[in-house]
């Protein structure tokens, strides 16, 4: 792997990164606004783990990956419960319908 | 060999990521999300973090994509009623995130992360004397789970992550009780009340 620059790693972070934004911005679903999440959490992980073997980073860039994939476990289950209840009160999971607090 | 696997998997990844995004079916949003979880959990073996690729395997492509699935299935609506978005929100997300990934190129291009190694070695300068682990080859199980437990026999001087290992594990738990909460049944409204 020390053929493979430590730039091509970013770029496919960035590649995840930037797809998961559009993909919470534009998903009309909510369960695709939560996939994007996931997309998201992920290039940042890949990064953290690049630059745990590409820098003096070592180890801590590792247990950081841990860390991002255990929260971003959590974040997925609390986030489908409020899905979940939406579905319950909405009959739909169209997020443009959640404007009850719209003023 | 590893470079072409990388160039391979590397590929798969940023195409699963494409693919979710263009996918107007959420199952095959999820199918895709699959692709590129792996590719990147191949990467993470490719890069000698075999524990964190395992974790990714198990975690995500096994548990958080599953739970996605479900949720997909609890909430489809008739095959008929599908959330689509909109041509011009499309064409305006295409422009905003070309424009966004050309901001983040210029970043990534524009700092020399050699220099940057170079710097964060030379801050830490009781470190210099001793070796630290060769970490390329894999073989982290040990050495992570030792950190996380407070310990650094791989970094000598460094600080461990027992305090927020404890935060986590009374995280996962709030979460768990607060999931369970939130999901549990109750009455449908019904829509024509």
Redesign the interface.
């Known amino acids: ?1 020390e ?2 620059s ?7 972070g ?10 919470m ?8 606004v ?3 999440v ?2 998201v959490l ?1 290039g940042a ?2 990064n953290f ?2 630059f ?9 860039g ?2 950081a ?3 991002v ?6 974040e ?3 986030a ?6 939406f ?3 909405h ?4 997020v443009d319908r959640g404007d009850e607090l719209h003023g | 060999m590893s470079v072409a696997l990388f160039w391979l998997f590397a590929i798969l990844a940023c195409g699963g990521a494409i693919s979710v995004v263009l996918c107007q079916n959420v199952s095959r949003m999820a199918a895709s999300l699959i692709l590129c979880l792996a590719s990147v959990a191949v990467l993470y073996f490719l890069l000698g973090a075999d524990f964190v690729g395992a974790t990714q395997l198990m975690v995500y492509v096994g548990g958080t994509v599953v739970l996605l699935i479900f949720g997909i299935m609890l909430t489809s609506s008739s095959p008929s009623h599908q959330l689509r978005t909109s041509p011009a929100d499309g064409f305006l997300a295409a422009g905003i995130g070309v424009l966004f990934l050309a901001i983040v190129a210029f970043t990534i291009g524009g700092v020399d992360w050699a220099a940057n190694s170079q710097k964060l070695a030379a801050a830490e300068p009781a470190r210099q004397g001793q070796q630290q682990q060769d970490l390329s080859h894999g073989m982290t199980t040990r050495p992570l789970a030792l950190a996380l437990m407070g310990v650094r026999p791989d970094k000598p001087g460094a600080g461990g992550y027992l305090l927020p290992f404890e935060i986590v594990s009374v995280h996962l738990l709030v979460v768990l009780i607060g999931a369970a909460y939130l999901a549990r049944t109750k009455r449908r409204v019904v829509e024509n009340q």
């Open positions: 792997m053929a493979v430590l730039n091509s790693l970013l770029w496919v960035a590649v995840l990164f930037v797809c998961g934004v559009i993909c911005t534009t998903k009309r679903n909510a369960i695709g939560l996939i994007g996931e997309l992920n992980n890949l783990v690049a745990s073997r590409y820098s003096p980073l070592a180890l801590d590792q247990v990956a841990i860390f994939i255990v929260l971003a476990a959590a997925a289950a609390v489908l419960a409020i899905a979940m209840n579905y319950n009160c009959l739909s999971i169209d």
